[in-house]
């Protein structure tokens, strides 16, 4: 039978209704209504987190790995209606949600075997001196101890592996904090699911109930309530420049500051160097027509914007990466809200005197057409408003006259999440110069390759400087991700009685 979401929040291990409700806007199929967050039911959730920190993070490593493979398997077997939903609310194909879902899964495994290795814990042991003179020195043991509970912040472009069971989520769950979900309107009955996951694996494990919560909807008073309450010692956020940013502020004036770790997006510039724009131009152009397009657009590693020296090679990488573009059909956004804002942004290019369309399709309602536009260095370096993401499939070329204004651009970019250098034989010695350029702009640096998607592996950074995210020291993904939700605890002549565990190895 088809899945029907009961709509309710999920509080410390109850499910719990709310005077309010809203209604999910589907890409298709039904419409269903929801229970709508307040900040008494943010206060409720964090209470309950707090109640269950010093239990859960107690728990031996051991056994909060076999928590989130617990996770992984309940979200498993859940895999038909996830898709079902998801799908419907997204309109994201079948076969990204059983990839994301596959992902979701696997990321919370990683973080199991992660921390039963133990290696994230940093430990540290200086032995006594006793007799060193002029002065003795104590024992000290330094280890990294989990700070409380986390709020976490659904994106609206990942409805699993960045949303309720998603790598914030397992990576506070690994580190033994306790996690409340503000969940995203735009999948609130895939998060329902995952969040019944949670709360069987739960149960399954005994895990104390106020680890997990889940509070859907809602509008801005529930996110600020989610942020500045006491209890919350840390954020994790994936979304807008603006949202975030807002996010940040508050809770950088709170009485005690906390850190909010905020990926905020970025549009990945590539740079295109010109023996690999001589050799290899069309075939770059339709790689990054594909890269543009894939998932209509909608990734946060998306390339939009292409740097190349200007001449018949960049005439040709354009007309190969307009024909790719031609051949792809509207595809249908993740919400009418995006919809709309990519129209916008577009049309903001469209009418900015520094760039020239090379090819622009129209499209109506919640689907959007590749658009790509194009620019001279000069004029891209004098109007900064070209540099903003717009978030979608729209691709900027940029042509620039010299190796100087190659670098010139570089030095120009803010933050980005990633950097892409396609070079050939001949490339070495201009990539050689702008390398320490670009790795103070970005935090992953890609040679010929495209940046959409991330590998969930112990090496992947995905993060980079503002405003790609608001913390250039820490990732996203990959298990670095759970330093986030750790701090150093150093233990001076402390006997081992009373050490925690994790600090006597």
Known sequence: MPFTPHGKHLIAGE????????ESSPAHGPAHRFAFGTPDLVNRAVQAAEAAFEAYSRRPRQERAAFLEAIADEIEARGADITEIGTQETGLPAARLEGERGRTSGQLRLFAAHI???DYLDRRHDEALPDRQPAPRPELVMVQRPIGPVAVFGASNFPLAFSTAGGDTAAALAAGCPVVVKGHEAHPGTGEIAAEAIRAAI?????PAGVFSLIQGGDRSVGQALVQHPLIKAVGFTGSLAGGRALFDLCAARPEPIPFFGELGSVNPMFVLPHALEARGEEIGRGWAASLTMGAGQFCTNPGIAIVMDGKAADRFVDAAADGLKQVDAQVMLTDGIAKAFNAGRDQVAQSAAARPVMVAGAEGRKASPALFETTAAEFLENPQLHHEVFGPLGLLV????????????RALEGQLTVTLHLGEGDVAAAQALRPVLERKAGRLLVNGFPTGVEVVDSMVHGGPYPASTNFGATSVGTLSIRRFLRPVCYQNMPAALLPEDALG
């Not at 499910?15 to 809203?22: E, I, N, P």
């Not at 042509?399 to 570089?410: C, H, L």
Request: one cysteine or more.
């Open 203 to 207: 149960e399954k494990c005994d895990m």
């Open 399 to 410: 042509r620039a006259g010299s190796a100087e204004e190659i670098e010139a651009i570089a």
């Open 15 to 22: 499910w719990t209704a709310g005077d309010d409700t809203f």
């Open 116 to 118: 039963r290795k133990g």
